[in-house]
């Protein structure tokens, strides 16, 4: 049987890693944050101190970094160049830049070639363009979404645990103008695949969600097999 490939894209904090993790751990799967791996060129990119405006420069730095993923799904490391970033990787100035950064369709060619390489031995891959772009033939597409106050919400509770001086209504704007970014750009937007399922996360818990994508796998593979 050839590896289970499960693909699930949506907006900004609509649950996508969270959920992802779960049913990698669930499955016996690699897990696969895609969006880290921008964090990761957003990063690099801070430290060398380009400008991520300049795409040709951004591209080429992205081309030639080295970055993987190791571990368990609860301890997934992001490495760079051989070097855990995945707590630095994790602040809003990271945040703002890999939104800029993202759009970049040579740094978008590079991660995508990236991922599949990472993914071959069957995965659960989160991201933006996963069942479109990534792996249009994945085994099952889910497009998580939730409105944009609870997913303010949410990424302001993340980053009040480590910076105290968060504030609500600006991530709330500032998720507002991703997702315009997002579903605007030219290479590769952030699109439901046809064949996606809607999973919608407004109002339900991590665990409701968790086990409606478990069964819907479960009853796909059922019928893979038949």
């Known amino acids: 049987m050839k590896p289970l490939i499960i693909a699930i894209d949506g907006p900004s904090a609509s649950g996508k890693s969270t959920l992802g993790r779960l049913l990698a751990r669930a499955l016996n799967l690699l897990y696969v944050d895609t969006g880290s791996m921008y964090r ?25 970094l080295d970055i993987d993923l190791e ?15 995945s707590d630095l990787i994790r602040t809003e100035q990271v945040t703002d830049v890999s939104s800029v ?49 609870e997913r303010a919400r949410r ?8 910076d105290g001086t968060a504030d609500y209504q600006e991530i709330l704007v500032d998720l507002i103008e991703r997702d315009r970014r997002d579903s605007t750009r030219a290479d590769s937007p952030l699109k439901r695949a046809d064949d996606a399922i809607v999973i919608e996360s407004t109002g339900k818990s991590i665990d409701d969600v968790f086990q409606e994508m478990l069964k819907i796998i479960e009853t796909q593979q059922a019928r893979a097999i038949q």
């Open 40 to 64: 990761a060129v957003a990063l690099a990119v801070i430290e060398q101190g380009l400008d991520p405006s300049y795409s040709d420069r951004v591209t080429q730095l992205a081309e030639n």
């Open 155 to 162: 990424r302001f509770d993340e980053w009040r645990e480590v």
């Open 71 to 85: 571990g368990d799904p609860d301890s997934l490391k992001v490495l760079l160049a051989g070097r855990d970033v």
């Open 101 to 149: 950064v993202s759009t970049i369709p040579g740094v978008r060619r590079a991660m995508v070639a990236r991922q599949r390489e990472i993914a071959k031995r069957g995965s659960v891959m989160n991201g933006r363009d996963i069942g479109t772009v990534v792996f249009p033939n994945a085994d099952v597409k889910f497009f998580l979404t939730a409105d944009a106050e």
